[in-house]
């Protein structure tokens, strides 16, 4: 019986796991650029690699395809403004050496929350 029960359960992570999307990687002049599914079929992140590295604009995004993240690599390095959108509303996180510098937390159009 404990066979019977393991044999189905592979059988069952081997199922849903072929009905996940693949990635598709598509060339675009230097760089390639990235798509990931989520197991819905919906957009999880876009973005680019250049050399091997995250570089450019990437952006993520939630199982409903609602934007959830968005900002720039410069080869594999997180630089500059990111932008995260929750619930109670946006946070704008810059980057400084892939590292955070500053927080801003807005919420209807004005800064509740400053973290330098």
Partial sequence: ???VMSL??????CMLSAQQPEPRMERVGEQVKATYYHDNGE???VGFYQDGKLHGEWKMYDNEG????????IEGVRTGKWFF????GLKEVDYEQNKISRVVKW???EAVVVNE
């Fill in 8 to 13: 189905g359960a592979l059988l069952l992570t």
């Fill in 85 to 88: 959108w929750e619930a109670d």
């Fill in 107 to 109: 919420n209807q159009g």
């Fill in 66 to 73: 609602k934007k959830l993240a968005m900002g720039q690599y």
């Fill in 1 to 3: 019986m404990k066979i």
């Fill in 43 to 45: 957009i999880a992140q």
